[in-house]
C-alpha cells in the first residue's frame, strides 16, 4: 500500500527540508515518490505541520521500582479523574496502556525507559511489552554492582569490565549503560549518608570518578551507539554546580550524556542560600562538543519521585507530599520513591522550574539538548506539550514567571532571555537528534528508508494544544491517532545492542553467581519467549 | 488429570470454552479470582477483566493487603532476599509462618556462606514450626505467644527510641537488650510473613526499622504469599496501575480492597459468575454462596459440587515454561518447565474463552 501525506509544512532537518510537500510511504517505510504521483491512499495534511514521530530518551515508563510507585500511590489516579486537562502523573499516564496512548497523541513513537537494573530487567520488558504503539528501549543500570566494583577494586583491565558490560546489555537487552549515582547505593548501604565524585566505596576503595570512568571508557570501546548516560553524585543539594562541572571536567572530551541536567543546576547564591547556576552550567555544555544532556524540566504539580539514587532519596524522604515512601536498597542500585508536590508558591520549586527553562534556552545547539521532565521526577510527560509552548513563547513566560515568587525569579537570568525556539529546532530537539543519540538510523527523520513514524499537528494559537493532540499519527505506517485519540493499537518492538564479546567472561559470571548468590545468573537472562509477543526486540548495530 | 468438563461431565475444550464465554458473557459482573496463574496467564487474565468488566482479585489478596497497607499508608523500607542473606549482621524473624511462606528459608537466608558479617539471628514469637528451627539454629528467641507480638514490638519501637514502659511489659529484660542491639547493627534486616499478622502490627515494625535509619542502616524483607502472588500484583500494577481488588465494571479500572473483596461479592450477591484460576494447587473457591463457576484448574477434586466448566489447565514451571517470582531473588523471572506435557496454560485457556466473545467492548 502506497501512502500520500499531501500538502503539509514538512520540517525534517535531517534531510533539509522545511516547507510544503509530500511524504510518500509503503510498507511501513518511507519511499521516494513515484514517478507517476499516484498513491493508494491519500490523507491531506494542508496546513498542518508534518514531522518524524517523536523520541523521549529518558523516560521511566517501565520497571519494577516504577510499579512500586503505582502501588504506592493508588490515590493519584483518582487525583487525575478529577483534574481533566492538566492532571498529576495526567489521566494516568500510569498504567501500561496509557502510556502508549497519550505518548502515541503526542506524536511520539519511540521511548527510552532510562533505568533498568539488571536483576529486574525482565519485569521491565515484560511491561514495555504491554505499552501499546510505541516502540521501547531500556538503558542498563550498573556502577552500584558488587561485580563490577570488585573488578574495579582489583584494578583489572578494561577488557574485563567491557566484556561483562557486554555480556549484561545482552542479558538484560538494553540499548546502552546508564550509571547512577555511581558507588552512591553500595555506600549507602554502608551507612554512608553523602556522596560525592571523589568519595570511595566503603570496603572496595573505588571513587564514584573512578566507577564513571570506567564505565565510560568501556562503552566507547564497546562501540555503542549511545554514550554513558550519567546520573550524577549530589542531585537535588544547593552547590551541586561543582559536581556537574567537574564531573564535565573529568568526561575528558570522551562522549557523555548528562541526565536531567536542572537537578545539578544550583548555586548558593541568594537571600536562601539556593540560586540557578544554569548560566554557568550551560556555558560549560556549549565549550564542551563531547557533551550531551537532557533538561528533566520541572512542571507545577503533584507528581512522584522514582530513582535507583536511593541515598538521594533517603536524604529527601522528609519532603515527601503525601507523607509516605519507599526505599528499596537493591542489589545493585536500588530503588527509592517520593511523592513530591512541585508548588508554585515554593520558593525553591520556582528556581527549578526556572532553572531548568534556562538551560533549554542558554544551550545553543539543539543537537546536544534533549526535552525530558525526567517523567515522573520533574513533571508526568503529559506537561511536555505545556514545555514546548512555554521554549517558543518568551510572552507566555513572562506570564509565568509573574505569578512566581519574585526573589526566586532574581536568582536566575530567565527573565533576561528572550530566545523563542522556532518548529525546525523543536523538530531537531525532539526527533533528528534523540536518533543520532541513540543510533538509530532510520528513525527521527523522514528521508527514503527510514521507518514510517510520522506526526502531523494542526497548528492552532495555542502551541501546548498542538502538541498534546496530533491531528495524525503513523507508526510503521499504520494510521494510530486521529484529532488525538487513539485508533488502532499495535504493539512496537524493544530496541537493544548485542556488542561482541569475549566468551570467557560468561564463565566468570556464572562461576561468580553460583558463588556469591548460590543461583545460576539464568534468572537474569530476558529471552524472547518469555515476553509473550512476536517478535519482541529489534537489534540496533553497533558502530563499527 | 488433562480434559474439561461441563457440570462434571467430560467435554472437548472447544465445547468448555464455548460455555465459560457463555457464562461470562451472560454475567452482570463476572469476577476473575484465584488468579493463582504464572505471569502469562495474569496478563491474559486482566485483558479478558478489561474486556468483559470483571473484577479481579487473588487468592492471597489479605496478605498482600496487609503489607500493602503499611506501605502506601506511611511507606516502608525494604530489601532483597540476597541482600539479607548476604550483607545482614543482625536478622530479625518476626512472628510465626516464615517457614510455611517460603519452605527455603533454612537454606537461602539463614545459611549463607558468602556472608560478610558474623550474623546475630533473634526470631521473636516463632510459633512451632519456626520454634523448631529456631532450636537447631541455636537463635536467640523472644516471646512465644504470638498474641504477644503487637505489644513486644510497641516495647521494642520505644525501647528503641529510649521511652520508658510500664514494669509489667512481657519479655522486657529480653526486649531491653535486644533494643540495645539493635541500633549496633550495620545493617539489619526484619523479616516477616503478612499472613500472620494484622496492619498495625506490620506498621509497628516497619516503622521501628524506619527509626533506627537515623543512626544505622535497617531494612525489612517482607515474605510474599504463595500462588505467585507477588507476580500477580506486579501485573495487575502495569497494566492497571493499581493492585488486584480491581475492577472494570466502567469501563476503566477503580480499585478498592474491600468493594471487590472477591469472596465479600459473591456472599452478597454484587458477583454472579466466577472464573476461578488456580493453576498451582487444587484449591476451590473459599465462598459459600453458590455462583456459576468456570475453574482453570489442576484438577476436580478439591470441588464439593462440579463447577459448571472445568478445564484442567498445567502447573506453570512444570508442564510448561513459565515467567514467575522467584522468593530466591525476590524478581520476576523465567522458569523452565521441569516435566513440559501438553496440557494447556492458563494464558491460553483466557485467551481461548477471550477469542470466544464477541469483540465489541462492553463500554
Known amino acids: 500500500m502506497l501512502t500520500r501525506l499531501a500538502g503539509g509544512h514538512v520540517i525534517d532537518p535531517a534531510n533539509g527540508r522545511d516547507g510544503i510537500g509530500d511524504v510518500w510511504f509503503c510498507d511501513g517505510r518511507i519511499v521516494v515518490p513515484p514517478a507517476n504521483g499516484r498513491a493508494d491512499e491519500t490523507y491531506d495534511a494542508t496546513g498542518m505541520i508534518v514531522m518524524a514521530g517523536a523520541i523521549d530518551i529518558h523516560s521511566h515508563i517501565a520497571g519494577s521500582n516504577e510499579n512500586l510507585g503505582r502501588l504506592l500511590l493508588p490515590e493519584q489516579r483518582y487525583a487525575a479523574f478529577s483534574h481533566a486537562g492538566h492532571a498529576p502523573i495526567s489521566a494516568g499516564a500510569w498504567n501500561t496502556l496509557e502510556t502508549g496512548w497519550l505518548y502515541a497523541a503526542m506524536g511520539f513513537t519511540t521511548v527510552v525507559e532510562p533505568a533498568v537494573l539488571p536483576h529486574h530487567a525482565l519485569q521491565a520488558h515484560l511491561e514495555l511489552a504491554d505499552i501499546p504503539i510505541i516502540d521501547k528501549a531500556a538503558l542498563t543500570v550498573l556502577g552500584n554492582d558488587d561485580f563490577l566494583l570488585d573488578l574495579l577494586r582489583r584494578r583489572e583491565g578494561g577488557d574485563a569490565v567491557r566484556d561483562y558490560l557486554a555480556w549484561t546489555l545482552a542479558t538484560s537487552r538494553g540499548l546502552g549503560i546508564k550509571a547512577v549515582n555511581p558507588g552512591g547505593a553500595a555506600a549507602f548501604k554502608d551507612n554512608i549518608r553523602a556522596f560525592s565524585l571523589d568519595d570511595e566505596v566503603p570496603e572496595y576503595g573505588v571513587s564514584s570518578r573512578a566507577i564513571f570512568k570506567a564505565l565510560q571508557h568501556a562503552v566507547q570501546e564497546l562501540h555503542l551507539p549511545h554514550p554513558l548516560h550519567l546520573h550524577c553524585n549530589n542531585l537535588g543539594l544547593p552547590g551541586n554546580v561543582e559536581t556537574a562541572l567537574a564531573t564535565i571536567q573529568a568526561a575528558e572530551g570522551l562522549p557523555l550524556h548528562l541526565a536531567h541536567l536542572q537537578f545539578y543546576s544550583y548555586g548558593k547564591e541568594g537571600p536562601r542560600g539556593f540560586s540557578s547556576a544554569a548560566s554557568k552550567l550551560a556555558e560549560a555544555v556549549n565549550a564542551a562538543a563531547n557533551l550531551t544532556v537532557d533538561v528533566g524540566q520541572v512542571m507545577f504539580g503533584q507528581t512522584v519521585t522514582i530513582s535507583a539514587d536511593v541515598l538521594r532519596q533517603f536524604n529527601a524522604r522528609s519532603g515527601a507530599r503525601p507523607r509516605k515512601w519507599i ?19 515554593d520558593f525553591y520549586n520556582a528556581v527549578q522550574w526556572a532553572a531548568g527553562l534556562e538551560l533549554f534556552l542558554l544551550i545553543n545547539d539543539p543537537w546536544r539538548v534533549f526535552f525530558t521532565t525526567d517523567h515522573p521526577n520533574g513533571a508526568p510527560f503529559t506537561a511536555y506539550p505545556d514545555i514546548l509552548a512555554l521554549l517558543m513563547d518568551r510572552d507566555l513566560r513572562a506570564q509565568w514567571m509573574a ?43 523522514l528521508g527514503a528508508g527510514a521507518i514510517a513514524d510520522i506526526a502531523a499537528y494542526a497548528p492552532v494559537k495555542d502551541k501546548a494544544a498542538m502538541f498534546r493532540k496530533a491531528a495524525l499519527v503513523f507508526k510503521t505506517g499504520e494510521l494510530v491517532v486521529r484529532n488525538g485519540n487513539v485508533f488502532s493499537q499495535p504493539f512496537g518492538r524493544a530496541l537493544n545492542v548485542l556488542p561482541a564479546r569475549e566468551r570467557a567472561i560468561e564463565r566468570r559470571i556464572c562461576d561468580y553467581y553460583e558463588d556469591r548468590y548460590g543461583l545460576s545468573a539464568d534468572f537474569m537472562n530476558v529471552r524472547d519467549i518469555a515476553i509473550g509477543r512476536p517478535d519482541p526486540f529489534e537489534t540496533v548495530p553497533c558502530l563499527s | 488429570m488433562a480434559g474439561a468438563w461441563i457440570r462434571g461431565k467430560a467435554a472437548s475444550l472447544e465445547a468448555a470454552t464455548a460455555q465459560a464465554a457463555k457464562l461470562l458473557r451472560a454475567s452482570r459482573l463476572p469476577l476473575i479470582a484465584g488468579l493463582g496463574a504464572d505471569v502469562a496467564g495474569a496478563r491474559a487474565a486482566v485483558a479478558l477483566a478489561q474486556k468483559i468488566g470483571a473484577v479481579l482479585d487473588h487468592m492471597h489478596s489479605a496478605a498482600l493487603m496487609r503489607d500493602l497497607d503499611v506501605m502506601r499508608e506511611s511507606g516502608m523500607m525494604m530489601t532483597t532476599p540476597n541482600e539479607a542473606r548476604l550483607r545482614a549482621d543482625l536478622l530479625l524473624l518476626v512472628g510465626p509462618g516464615l517457614v510455611e511462606t517460603w519452605p527455603e528459608i533454612a537454606t537461602r537466608l539463614l545459611e549463607s556462606p558468602g556472608a560478610k558479617a558474623k550474623r546475630r539471628i533473634v526470631w521473636l514469637c516463632p510459633g512451632q514450626s519456626g520454634g523448631e528451627l529456631a532450636a537447631r539454629w541455636k537463635m536467640d528467641v523472644v516471646g512465644e505467644d504470638p498474641a504477644d507480638l503487637p505489644i513486644m514490638l510497641a516495647i521494642l519501637r520505644a525501647r528503641c527510641a529510649g521511652h520508658p514502659v510500664g514494669s509489667t511489659a512481657p519479655h522486657l529484660q529480653k526486649i531491653d537488650t535486644l533494643a540495645s542491639e539493635l541500633p549496633q547493627a550495620r545493617f539489619g534486616v526484619a523479616v516477616w510473613s503478612a499472613a500472620q499478622h494484622d496492619a498495625l502490627t506490620i506498621e509497628m515494625l516497619c516503622g521501628l526499622v524506619k527509626d533506627l535509619n537515623a543512626t544505622t542502616r535497617f531494612s525489612s524483607l517482607p515474605l510474599a504469599p504463595a500462588d505467585n502472588a507477588a507476580a500477580v500484583q506486579q501485573v495487575s500494577g502495569w497494566m492497571t496501575g493499581f493492585p488486584v481488588r480491581t475492577g472494570f465494571a466502567r469501563g476503566y479500572p477503580e480499585h478498592d480492597p474491600w468493594r471487590f473483596d472477591a469472596v465479600r461479592l459473591v456472599e452478597s450477591g454484587e458477583a454472579d459468575c466466577a472464573l476461578w484460576i488456580s493453576a498451582y494447587s487444587p484449591v476451590a473457591p473459599p465462598w459459600k454462596r453458590e455462583v456459576p463457576i468456570v475453574a482453570l484448574a489442576d484438577g476436580l477434586d478439591c470441588f464439593e459440587q462440579p463447577p459448571a466448566v472445568a478445564i484442567s489447565v498445567g502447573r506453570p514451571g512444570s508442564d510448561h515454561d513459565s515467567v514467575e517470582y522467584l522468593a530466591a531473588t525476590g524478581t520476576l523471572a523465567s522458569v523452565a518447565g521441569r516435566a513440559r506435557t501438553n496440557a494447556i496454560s492458563v494464558a491460553d485457556a483466557i485467551n481461548g474463552i477471550g477469542a470466544a466473545l464477541p469483540t465489541s467492548s462492553p463500554c
Open chain 1, 403 to 445: 505569578k512566581l515568587p519574585k526573589e526566586a525569579m532574581e536568582v536566575t537570568t530567565l527573565p533576561s532571555i528572550a530566545r523563542e525556539y522556532t518548529l525546525n529546532e523543536v523538530a531537531i530537539m525532539t526527533r533528528t537528534a534523540p536518533a543520532r543519540l541513540l543510533g538509530l538510523k532510520d528513525r527521527g527523520h
Open chain 1, 327 to 345: 526505599i528499596l536498597d537493591g542489589d545493585s542500585n536500588g530503588a527509592g520513591i517520593v511523592p513530591y508536590a512541585y508548588r508554585p508558591n
